[in-house]
Nanobody, 115 residues
């Protein structure tokens, strides 16, 4: 099982980034896919979730209206489009796949929002 995040980097406040998470080794389309983040000194928090049917999503209040989660089951990839980024969005962003007792994590990608 592998989850490989990409797309992180340094961006100015107000800018945009699109994260990708490429999955392999499991039945991707059956899994709930989520993005979490962890800022220095803080607990990991849920940012966005998309259920396997791709018709239902949930977002943290802090990112509603700015972030969009999507998935391409044909490519086994989940995305996080981030817009209107703020310094407080700075964190390591992690991809998560979950189904029943199966719970998989990527290694994370750093997002830094700074001028």
């Amino acid at each position: 099982v592998q989850l490989v995040e990409s797309g992180g980097g340094l961006v100015q406040p107000g800018g945009s980034l699109k994260l990708s998470c490429a999955a392999s080794g499991f039945a991707f389309s059956n899994y709930r896919m989520s993005w979490y983040r962890q800022a220095p000194g803080k607990e990991r928090e849920l940012v966005a979730t998309m259920f396997s049917a791709a018709v239902s999503t949930n977002y943290a209040d802090s990112v509603k209206g700015r972030f969009t989660i999507s998935r391409d089951n044909a490519k086994n990839t989940v995305y996080l489009q981030m817009s209107s980024l703020k310094p407080e969005d700075t964190a390591v962003y992690y991809c998560n796949a979950r189904l029943l007792q199966n719970d998989y994590w990527g290694q994370g990608t750093q997002v830094t929002v700074s001028s």
